[in-house]
């Protein structure tokens, strides 16, 4: 079992920054990818960003320059910088960790206000 705890999220407006953070109940060290994900008012959920145990990283097009995923292992961590927002980032963003049968955090809300 791995517990993800997000938190972070806000109101904020347009232009504006937030950080998040994914705190797991175990080493992720051995966890190869972990990932956000959000999910807009009365749409699917969709891909954010994610990263791997060695540093790789990948980006959905709308983020990509504005948004960065970084992970410490030693802590247990995984943060997501999110820079230049706008009101299309607004959401519930999610925590994964890719591993097992897959596992997912309870999200936390961003709003982007113009």
């Known amino acids: 079992q791995v517990h993800l705890v997000e938190s972070g999220g806000g109101l904020v407006q347009a232009g504006g920054s937030l950080r998040l953070s994914c705190a797991a109940s175990?080493?992720?060290?051995?966890?190869?990818?972990m990932g956000w994900y959000r999910q807009a008012p009365g749409k699917q959920r969709e891909f954010v960003a994610l990263?791997?145990?060695?540093?790789?990283?990948n980006y959905a097009d709308s983020v990509k320059g504005r948004f960065t995923i970084s992970r410490d292992n030693a802590k247990n961590t995984v943060d997501l910088q999110m820079n230049s927002l706008k009101r299309e980032d607004t959401g519930v963003y999610y925590c994964s960790a890719l591993t097992g049968p897959g596992y997912w955090g309870q999200g936390t809300q961003v709003t982007v206000s113009s």
């Open positions: 990263i791997t145990n060695i540093g790789t990283t």
């Open positions: 175990v080493n992720i060290f051995s966890i190869t990818v």
